[in-house]
């Protein structure tokens, strides 16, 4: 039976209204301004008619980006969303700011249950502490300016034998055996990339000024310090996330040099070059999972139904609204995303699938995000949902590795399946020294942001180096290693959101390891711990997965004896 969802029903506000400017929506915060508190229950109701308006603006800006990363080229959407992050978001700000401290400040709010409320009331005394009404205007145009990279990222392509690509299909190229064919591509992509480096070097620089602005409005020496805080970072600290770095240095480091040093003796090739770092180390023709977006979506379903007919439905449910947007093509905005729709309740996915084992692994990935999203919609806030990126990548990354053992949907050769095992584990270990060069290159830009674009890409390279080594040969091709950090849309999006993608793969390779020694519980662990939202801390939310918020250098030696085992059991 296919899951129903019911779209939230609006108590306060009329179900007919829609944002179009400004003035529609400021007499609403003004009658929470002035709406009474008198008591425990009048608190409470306060806060359901705050969440209220927050999902009508927060579904409302949702289908604008939505809208504008299917179809950057689109100007009317364009101008819509540029309308709302410069005209609308900025005066939200202060309004929002004056009913958080409201709520805070209430002497009811001591009657209220710590447990249930403790999430909400840190999250919220953080949001104060660092708000600053003049950082609103500033954060509209760095929206602006990130929008302009993800257009000219969007429209980048590459002609090849007579067809113009996408980048995400060009790069798919990169797994065909013709070595020369490989490298013919790779060069056609840096070439398409090095068009745009000035521009993308000037988005940057403008980029870096406006936050570093808004830190030493927020009374923070630098952009960095200020991110920390801003993300609610409150269960670990800069030195714990310096200790993770030093352990991917020492322990997965020399695991990603082996494993590497592995592909090219396979190559039966003298040095391996960048063109070779994603073909099949046998020199198989890349495996085809799915030829479309229609095949890949069914058979995502057929997948989920083998694991676990719920899942099947919510995909079900999620395909009847028209919840998803999977197939690359020109003028989309790069990458892939879940976006959590807050008055609907069924979160939309968008990606840029080309036929590729990777897709199938974006499709999982987001699909794990999306379990997230209905399991929780039921929740009277939406602080109750907003889970922090740490849970939300723990959701998405463990749904890789819990699906592999029902990729048979897609694979019906049983030695494609073990290759594309095989790739999915070896990327969990090479996906972290990338995790950690991101994290750090941020790290320096912020603290240094008087820096030259040559000073930038310079430590880039440094960085680089410290967590890849030199296996990969780069001579002749220093330019195009100094940029490569360009091609992360995180960077110019989502500021410092990167380490938790290793923070999460770290508990997803436990919650995978508990999935070998019993499957079901695994799941069933790893569901509860969805359910719970952001009503526990993160490490009380990995301790119901059964996993252990620990990024030590001692866990991630202990993960990677796993990894090396099972790589073995599965070589070809």
């Known amino acids: 039976m296919v899951t129903q969802i019911v779209k939230q029903k609006r108590k306060y506000i009329s179900p007919n209204f829609e944002i179009q400017d400004w003035n ?17 229950d009048q608190l409470e109701e306060f806060l359901l008619r705050c969440n209220e308006l927050s999902c009508v603006v ?21 101008q819509k969303y540029q309308y709302f992050v410069t005209e609308i978001l900025p005066k939200i700000g202060p309004n929002e700011n004056e009913l958080q401290k409201k709520y805070y400040h209430s002497p009811y709010r001591s009657l209220l249950d710590k447990e249930k409320y403790l999430t909400l009331d840190r999250a919220v005394a953080n949001e104060i502490e660092i708000y600053r009404q003049e950082n609103d205007e500033i954060q509209g145009k760095a929206r602006v300016k990130s929008q302009e990279y993800d257009n000219l990222v969007a429209n980048l392509s590459v002609f090849h034998n007579g067809e113009n690509l996408t980048m ?7 797994e065909l055996p013709n070595r020369k064919e490989r490298e013919n591509i790779w060069r056609k992509m840096q070439d398409a990339r090095l068009a745009i480096e000035n521009k993308v070097d000037h988005i940057f620089e ?31 600290t800069p030195k714990d996330c310096e200790k993770f770095h030093e352990g991917i240095e020492k322990v997965i480091t020399p695991i990603y040099i082996k494993i590497m040093e592995n592909r090219k003796s396979k190559l039966g090739i003298d040095t391996l070059k960048p063109w070779d770092t994603v073909v099949d180390p046998q020199n198989l023709p890349p495996l085809k999972p799915f030829q479309n977006g229609n095949e890949l979506l069914e058979k995502t379903i057929l ?20 919840h998803f947007d999977l197939e690359s093509r020109e003028g989309k905005a790069p990458g892939g995303y879940n976006y959590p729709l807050a008055e609907t309740g069924v979160p939309f996915i968008f990606m840029n699938a080309v036929g590729t084992q990777s897709d199938l692994t974006t499709m999982v990935h987001e699909c794990g995000h999306a379990f997230h999203s209905i399991l929780t919609k039921d929740y009277e806030l939406n602080a109750f949902k907003d889970t922090p ?22 694979y019906d050769n049983p030695k494609d399946l073990q290759r594309a095992q095989y790739e999915q584990i070896i990327r969990s270990i090479t996906i972290l020294p990338w995790v950690a060069s ?40 220093e330019k195009e290693k100094s940029i490569l950090w360009q091609k992360q849309g995180h960077i110019f999006d989502v500021p410092f959101y990167y380490i938790e993608y290793g923070l999460a793969q770290i508990g997803a390779l436990q919650v995978w390891k508990n999935s070998i020694q019993n499957f079901d519980k695994a799941l069933e662990d790893y569901l509860s711990a969805l359910k719970l939202g952001y009503t526990k801390t993160i490490p009380q939310i990995y301790q119901v997965a059964n996993v252990d918020f620990d990024f030590s250098s001692e866990k991630l030696q202990e993960l990677s004896q796993l990894v090396l085992q099972k790589l073995e059991e599965l070589e070809y």
């Not at 929506?25 to 009474?36: G, I, M, R, V, W």
């Not at 927060?58 to 364009?78: L, P």
């Not at 008087?450 to 091709?477: M, P, T």
Request: hydrophobic share 40%.
């Open 389 to 410: 990126s740490e849970v939300a990548e723990l959701a998405s990354m463990s749904m890789e590795f819990l699906s592999m053992n029902y990729w048979s949907s897609f």
């Open 168 to 174: 995400q299909k060009a790069a798919s190229y990169l």
């Open 438 to 477: 991101v994290d750090l290159f941020q790290t320096w830009v912020y603290n240094h942001p008087k820096a030259s674009f040559e000073e930038r890409k310079f430590q880039w390279v440094k960085i680089y180096e410290r967590f890849h080594g030199n296996i990969v040969d780069w001579s002749g091709l």
């Open 24 to 40: 529609s929506l400021e007499s609403y915060y003004e009658a929470l301004k002035n709406f009474p508190i008198h008591s425990k």
């Open 303 to 322: 997948m989920f139904q083998k694991m676990k007919p719920e899942l099947a439905n919510m995909i079900i449910t999620m395909k009847e609204m028209g």
């Open 206 to 236: 403008e980029l870096i000024q406006l936050r570093h602005q808004m830190a030493l409005n927020a009374g923070f020496s630098s952009f960095t310090d200020y991110m920390f805080q801003k993300l609610g970072r409150f269960d670990y």
């Open 58 to 78: 927060s579904e409302s800006f949702a289908w604008i980006y939505i809208a504008m990363t299917c179809d950057t080229n689109n100007k009317e959407i364009a």
